[in-house]
């Protein structure tokens, strides 16, 4: 299982796209209030298509609320400012919770100290600031399911053969 953690996304496309990703893979979505929009907004909506019904979608108060019902387990963390690539990660472990900050500012300093041994980034141009948050989560989500082998098993669903 994977689970994707939006803390304070300030962007609706953002988080549609988002929502979308999860809808093709499966991954949960955890969405960490205050957030920038309201998720009945058309954007939101616009950008996740109908996808929304094939998405497992959670809503939190606040990030203690989320760590309180989730706790760390299998928790990375993804930010411009870690040292560590994320494909230096094992992410082939059963449960897989992936958290991305807001678009402005990424994940509080605070949570990027107390976890800063799972903080991963993904390559780039010095030049460059960051990926758009969309396609980050992609690539973390995607690069899960290849590390835990569902590649196939998605494959095979989505071409009409009987899932693995």
């Known amino acids: 299982m994977i689970d994707i953690v ?18 093709c893979t499966g991954a949960r979505l955890h969405l960490v ?6 998720i009945s907004d058309k954007a939101v ?12 979608l959670f ?5 203690d609320e989320y760590f309180a019902k989730n706790g760390d387990e299998g928790l990375w963390l993804l930010t411009t400012k870690a ?7 094992d992410l082939s472990v059963e449960n897989v919770t992936l958290m991305f900050g807001k678009e402005t500012k990424g994940l ?9 041994e799972r ?7 010095k030049e460059a600031r960051s990926l758009n948050l969309s396609n980050a989560a992609a690539i973390l989500c995607y690069e899960t399911l290849r590390q835990q082998g569902a590649l196939d098993t ?3 669903q989505t071409a009409g053969a009987p899932s693995i």
Do not use: Q
Not at 45 to 56: M, P, Q, S
Not at 59 to 63: A, R, T
């Open 45 to 56: 909506k616009r950008a996740g298509l109908d996808y929304w019904h094939l998405v497992e």
């Open 33 to 38: 209030k205050p957030l920038g929009f309201d």
């Open 6 to 23: 939006l803390v304070e996304p300030e962007i609706p496309n953002n988080t549609g796209a988002i929502a979308r990703t999860c809808a």
């Open 119 to 125: 903080c991963l980034r993904i390559p780039m141009r």
């Open 108 to 116: 509080p300093e605070e949570l990027r100290m107390r976890y800063a």
């Open 59 to 63: 809503v939190y108060e606040n990030i």
């Open 154 to 156: 998605i494959h095979l």
């Open 83 to 89: 040292n560590r690539s994320y494909y230096e990660a």
